[in-house]
């Protein structure tokens, strides 16, 4: 991925620049927005990497959404994820969501900016280990472009 934190830029599977091509851990840059899905993960008790880029020489402002597991074939079923970001490996913040209990935040949307250059890194780790049921993350903003 290049550095300045865009995929795409010429010729999608139309023939558009910056097409949607799937998820992806990377940012993607359409003029001055950004972007990244990370599709469905399986809820596994272990750490799983949901989106990871560096910043280029731009800083970004924007939200990061993250959704509890659930089973899309059979809803009433959840389970418990803690999603954690990290800039340049130091931990910013732990989201605990539930999605076992009706009272309990199911998603969070949190506000961010990211610095220029800045490694960011998000990940999900959830109490059981069940693949059927899923989660996902988004992050959406801005970007402002800096002099180097």
Same mark, same amino acid.
């Given at each position: 991925?290049?550095?300045?934190? =865009?995929? !795409?830029? %010429?010729?999608?599977?139309?023939?558009?620049? /910056?097409?949607?091509?799937?998820?992806?851990?990377?940012?993607? &840059?359409?003029?001055?927005?950004?972007?990244?899905?990370?599709?469905?993960?399986?809820?596994?008790?272990?750490?799983?990497?949901?989106?990871?880029?560096?910043?280029?020489?731009?800083?970004?402002?924007?939200?990061?959404?993250?959704?509890?597991?659930?089973?899309?074939? =059979?809803? !009433?079923? %959840?389970?418990?994820?803690?999603?954690?970001? /990290?800039?340049?490996?130091?931990?910013?913040?732990?989201?605990? &969501?539930?999605?076992?209990?009706?009272?309990?935040?199911?998603?969070?949307?949190?506000?961010?900016?990211?610095?220029?250059?800045?490694?960011?890194?998000?990940?999900?780790?959830?109490?059981?280990?069940?693949?059927?049921?899923?989660?996902?993350?988004?992050?959406?903003?801005?970007?402002?472009?800096?002099?180097?």
């Amino acid at each position: 991925m290049a550095l300045d934190g =865009g995929g !795409g830029g %010429g010729g999608g599977p139309v023939g558009f620049a /910056n097409s949607f091509t799937g998820p992806a851990q990377g940012l993607e &840059i359409i003029g001055d927005h950004a972007y990244a899905y990370s599709g469905n993960f399986g809820a596994l008790d272990a750490d799983q990497t949901l989106l990871q880029f560096q910043s280029g020489n731009f800083y970004f402002v924007g939200q990061i959404f993250v959704s509890g597991p659930c089973d899309p074939t =059979g809803l !009433g079923n %959840g389970a418990i994820s803690a999603f954690q970001l /990290n800039l340049n490996d130091v931990l910013i913040w732990n989201i605990k &969501i539930d999605t076992t209990e009706e009272d309990s935040p199911s998603f969070a949307v949190v506000p961010v900016i990211i610095p220029p250059y800045t490694e960011v890194k998000l990940t999900v780790i959830s109490i059981l280990e069940e693949a059927g049921r899923v989660t996902s993350s988004n992050i959406t903003g801005k970007i402002y472009r800096t002099r180097d």
